[in-house]
């Protein structure tokens, strides 16, 4: 592996900002950029019915061992940049994760309340493995390990409050330079978008960069706080480390 390449596995559940997150590295001339590798597998693994699940399955590997080898191998369009959008539910028990060793690992968080707020109005049925809390914890205490400190941690709503900011600080901490073109794109489907794009990001087509925050709390019902309440010792345990 060049060590040239800079490789960057970027740790979230879902409704996280992180297609938001995707376009912005993608937006850079030197950046390949691949939506979620291991969906498939994961889906191939645990029998689970989700929106465009066939399509899902027709449409990358199934097998985990050959997706992690690939997260090491050659980069797409051979950029010296890869950032490889990744779902943290999706590292289930069984899952290679010694590929993890060769890249380096960001967490994005966003607050339990709004990750679910935001999930519900996807998919009806909703618990607290979807939302990947748990998993992503798991990850970052397995890199922690590690290194010996904790590795990046940035956190959505401080990306939206204060793009250039957040992102600046980003690239410094994972030693890449930071681009001006990371704080805009073009608007509507790309290319790298995985093929569930249609049913879960109709709200970034519309985009062509970081919205303002909304700063009020969303208001869950009783089965969704309780999996917020569920949520939020692991949010609060990577959350001490964010950057900022």
């Known amino acids: 592996m060049s060590e040239t390449i800079k490789r960057i596995a970027m740790w979230s559940g879902p409704r996280n900002l992180s297609t938001a997150m995707m376009r912005s590295f993608g937006a850079r001339a030197d950046c390949a950029v691949s939506d979620e590798p291991f969906y498939a597998a994961y889906l191939k693994a645990t029998g689970l019915e989700h929106p465009m699940g066939q399509d899902v399955m027709a449409s990358q590997p199934q097998d985990a061992a050959q997706v992690a080898a690939d997260m090491l191998g050659p980069v797409p369009d051979g950029k010296p940049v890869w950032y490889q959008k990744h779902m943290s539910h999706h590292m289930i028990e069984g899952f290679p994760l010694?590929?993890?060793?060769?890249?380096?690992?960001?967490f994005l968080l966003r607050s339990p309340e709004r990750v679910l707020a935001s999930y519900a109005q996807k998919r009806e049925s909703v618990t607290l493995a979807d939302v990947g809390f748990e998993g992503?914890?798991?990850?970052?205490?397995?890199?922690?390990?590690?290194?010996?400190?904790?590795?990046?941690?940035?956190?959505?709503?401080?990306?939206?409050?204060?793009?250039?900011?957040?992102?600046?600080?980003?690239?410094a901490a994972i030693d890449l330079p930071f681009e001006d073109s990371m704080l805009s794109w073009a608007p509507g489907q790309h290319a790298s978008d995985g093929v569930w794009a249609p049913h879960w990001y109709n709200a970034v087509f519309k985009t062509t960069g970081f919205a303002a925050p909304d700063e009020t709390a969303p208001d869950l019902p009783d089965h969704l706080r309780a999996i917020a309440d569920e949520a939020r010792p692991y949010y609060l345990w990577m959350q001490a480390f964010k950057l900022g």
Request: charged share 30%.
């Open 136 to 171: 992503q914890a798991m990850l970052f205490d397995r890199v922690a390990d590690r290194l010996g400190h904790a590795p990046v941690v940035i956190e959505a709503e401080d990306v939206r409050r204060d793009p250039r900011g957040s992102l600046s600080a980003l690239c």
């Open 98 to 106: 010694d590929w993890m060793d060769g890249v380096t690992n960001v």
